[in-house]
């Protein structure tokens, strides 16, 4: 699986960005896919994931209500919606995916497939 993430840019809080992540590849074998960011000198963490056939999302408290992630099917392409961005949510954003089921798709170390990074900046 190929994953190629896009979107990322320099915004101003309270404003809003779509993020964009195609998939090319297994991609009829994927179960989950996620986002996840990492903040300069931060470890990456859990934004956002989506079972890809059932839809179901996970979010961690701090993007829940702000971050949507949805995802196209039929287009191999998963969206991340951000509203309200807030400073703190300036990380490089990273798009992943697995193959397996039995795993937790809050977890880093759940998958297997990751693509390049799309930096958002959120300016004060």
């Known amino acids: 699986v190929q994953l190629q993430a896009s979107g990322g840019g320099l915004v101003r809080a309270g404003d809003s960005l779509r993020l964009s992540c195609v998939a090319s590849?297994?991609?009829?074998?994927?179960?989950?896919m996620g986002w996840f960011r990492q903040a300069p000198g931060k470890e990456r963490e859990f934004a956002a994931a989506?079972?890809?056939?059932?839809?179901?999302?996970y979010y961690p408290d701090s993007v829940k209500g702000r971050f949507t992630i949805s995802r196209d099917n039929a287009r191999n392409i998963m969206y991340l919606e951000m509203n309200s961005l807030k400073p703190d949510d300036t990380a490089a954003y990273y798009c992943?995916?697995?193959?397996?089921?039995?795993?937790?798709?809050?977890?880093?170390?759940?998958?297997?497939?990751w693509g390049q990074g799309t930096l958002v900046t959120v300016s004060s």
């Open positions: 992943a995916a697995t193959l397996y089921a039995y795993t937790d798709p809050r977890k880093i170390t759940s998958y297997d497939y």
């Open positions: 989506i079972s890809w056939a059932g839809g179901t999302t």
């Open positions: 590849g297994r991609t009829n074998s994927i179960y989950h």
